[in-house]
């Protein structure tokens, strides 16, 4: 649906030249909810402007639905454009025209008779939750009431495809969470691709399927989102996840360890198998100790994903076997180094 080839952007200002992006590529597929987490400078405002031709590629493809939209002329590309909505942190709405007039713009924009736009705008408008506000200005709104006139307005050509430019990052945690929401029905319910990029780990957690980490001009890790938050692999994909899974070993434990050098493993549950009495089967099954270090259950797409951290001890042949067992049981195990 929207394909990055071997993408580089470089900015020449008078002062400097800024490689912003260093060589993407990167896939997302139709149906996808795709986030793109990154600290301030990564890129990531770089690679989202490409999508829809704010930026120009310096090297590389930007392939959009099948269309490298730099190849097309003015016509050929206003049409794909309409097939590309985009929402704002700040919103970017028109404080002088009304909330009807705002999310009338494109329509207006691309020629659609009165008529058709006044059906379709009361239409997005009931879908968003604010029909009461038509006549209303956007200076009379809440940031969240706003974002959802942003939201409406980039639906109104029918889009297949929606950029998120930090779209929650102006919004308080309870507001966040209702436009998330939102963003997840308009992907269901209208069959609409959503690429966001954000500097929040929760907002990932919340409504993507798939995630791209980005750090100085490249993606330095990529996957599905339980991929990522079960098994990060860098260094700022794990700083990322331990801002909302925490899984630390405990520091009292690693100060009582002294020399001695525990066996320590990380067991992550996914769905179902939260739920199973792993444990118990275990110390049923081998001869050996588990004691729990910690322990906790968080939602990732409102699918449960557990963690735990556990000491085990016993015999070697059997704390082996055990963690056979659970790796055959299709549960993702990994074995912590600690020194003692
Ligand atoms: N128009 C521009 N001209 C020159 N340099 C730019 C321009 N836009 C971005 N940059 C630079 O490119 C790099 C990447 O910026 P970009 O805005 O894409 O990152 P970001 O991850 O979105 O960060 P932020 O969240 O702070 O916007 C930064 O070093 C930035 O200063």
Request: charged share 10%.
């Given at each position: 649906m929207i394909e990055f080839q071997h993408v580089k952007k470089v900015y020449e200002t008078k002062k400097q030249t800024v490689e912003a992006l260093k060589g993407i590529d990167l896939t997302v597929e139709k149906g996808d909810i795709f986030g793109v987490v990154g600290y301030s400078g990564a890129g990531k405002s770089t690679l989202i402007r490409l999508v829809n031709l704010l930026e120009h590629p310096s090297e590389g493809r930007v392939i959009v639905g099948g269309k490298?939209?730099?190849?097309?002329?003015p016509k050929e590309l206003r049409a794909e454009k309409k097939k590309i909505g985009m929402i704002f942190q700040h919103f970017n709405?028109?404080?002088?025209?009304?909330v009807f007039d705002n999310i009338a713009m494109p329509l207006v924009l691309s020629g659609t008779p009165s008529r058709e736009i006044k059906d379709r705008v009361g239409e997005l408008l009931e879908f968003v939750g604010l029909s009461s506000k038509a006549k209303s200005y956007p200076e009379q709104l809440s940031g969240g009431q706003k974002q959802r006139i942003g939201i409406a307005r980039a639906l109104a050509t029918n889009p297949s495809i929606l950029l998120c430019d930090e779209?929650?990052?102006?919004?308080d945690p309870q507001t966040t969470s209702a436009v998330l929401q939102l963003l997840k029905k308009i992907n269901k319910e209208y069959d609409i691709t959503i690429l966001l990029i954000t500097h929040e780990m929760s907002v990932i957690r919340e409504i993507c399927n798939k995630v791209a980490v980005m750090e100085g001009g490249y993606v330095v890790e990529q996957g599905s989102v339980f991929e990522v938050f079960a098994k990060p692999q860098t260094e700022i994909a794990k700083n990322f996840v331990r801002t909302v899974i925490h899984d630390e070993i405990p520091q009292s434990f690693l100060k009582r360890i002294g020399t001695h050098v525990p066996i320590i493993w990380k067991i992550n549950f996914i769905g179902t198998t939260s739920g199973t009495p792993l444990l118990s089967t275990i110390s049923k099954k081998y001869d050996v100790h588990l004691s729990v270090l910690s322990a906790n259950i968080s939602e990732i797409q409102e699918t449960p994903f557990g963690n735990l951290i556990i000491e085990v001890t016993g015999d070697k042949q059997e704390v082996a076997e055990a963690y056979q067992y659970i790796k055959d049981e299709g549960i993702l195990v990994q074995e912590v180094q600690v020194n003692g």
């Open positions: 490298e939209l730099t190849s097309l002329n709405l028109l404080n002088s025209k009304t779209a929650t990052s102006a919004l």
